[in-house]
């Protein structure tokens, strides 16, 4: 076998007993309103995330607190029914914004924002969040690890600082690929690089 | 009892049988020459710190990169036979310098940068790191907890994000107090507040 098949067969039989890990950096989802607010326009995609369906988007915004600003932020698409800020700790204190540890989506009570793009200005009221780290999960891979949807799970990374992730919610849909996501605070912490895999523990 | 008499007692007992956690943010050590070069006179102790004999200084630098700098960075005394820069992997990406993952003090092959003070420029030819994580132990902790200088031990968090550090270094020492030191990449990944405690597996 070439080297580059040798690869890929590792990589297959590796993915049926461990998950991939991504590191998610901080990131925007918007509404169709304020994308049309912040843009003039929809948005656009730039390229696939591993998740189905998830796209980059070329248009980029600005991330504003009381205490400072975070430019050139990526927008997630495509839109959705609310608008949501994921940020890390770490963001937060260039913010002046304490974001709660949240499963994306959970925006009720959490801090807002002001978000520019290159046409306008929107004020978030709610939606800045950390995001609580998860595993997306396919159905079949939920059977092989045997993990149900919505289990907190210990995970084990593989990584140059390696660290047991206690309290990991899986998440299980067929339109999910296996990965495990963590923000650039618990990436860092662990020594996350591109291509490290992690273990579900129970 | 009080409620302070009822705290400091509680803070007794588990101090017997879990250890302080404690956040290091950015800082630097300095030799006697380069204080002086930097300030033009020798470090003025601040606060004292953790461990005994340790101090902040009153003195601040700035830590310049190829792509980036960091303000007001704290100096720690007291002087050091080499000058040390410790940063986060975050701290990393805004100074365009990859710190190598390191104990404190082992310095030798690591990148270097520039280091500004209120009198004057200096370069580091070399000293820049992330601080391995580790724990101080007086040598009474070090038998209490079974543990000896050197190992390598599990660490289990008790904060909002719970997690398992793994290759944690013990360190004893009589000139050290009971306390488990993470960089803020660390201490944002397992949401450590002040007044938390972790736990030393083995």
Redesign the interface.
């Known amino acids: 076998m070439e080297k580059k098949e040798l690869e890929a067969l590792a990589e297959a039989v590796l993915g049926q007993i461990l998950v991939p890990l991504e590191a998610s950096g901080r990131h925007v989802h918007l509404t169709k309103a304020q994308a049309m607010a912040l843009f003039g326009h929809d948005l656009t995609p730039e390229r696939p995330l591993s998740q189905p369906g998830q796209y980059l988007c070329r248009e980029r915004v600005t991330v504003a607190g009381p205490k400072g600003e975070l430019k050139n932020v990526a927008v997630l698409g495509p839109e959705r029914p609310e608008g949501q800020v994921e940020i890390?700790?770490?963001d937060g204190k260039v913010l002046g914004i304490q974001p709660p540890?949240r499963q994306s989506g959970d925006v009720k009570g959490t801090p807002g924002c002001i978000l520019a793009g290159e046409k306008g200005k929107i004020t978030l009221e709610c939606g800045v969040l950390a995001a609580?780290?998860h595993i997306h999960l396919a159905p079949e891979d939920g059977r092989r690890f045997g993990v149900r949807d919505g289990q907190r799970v210990?995970l084990q990374t593989y990584t140059?600082?390696?660290?047991?992730?206690?309290?990991v919610t899986v998440r299980i849909s067929p339109k999910f690929a296996a990965a495990v996501h963590l923000d650039?605070?618990?990436a860092?912490?662990?020594?996350f690089r591109k291509g490290d895999w992690g273990r579900i523990l129970s």
Not at 160 to 167: G, H, Q, S
């Open positions: 890390s700790l770490t540890v609580k780290r210990r140059e600082r390696p660290v047991v992730f206690e309290d650039y605070d618990e860092n912490a662990c020594g």
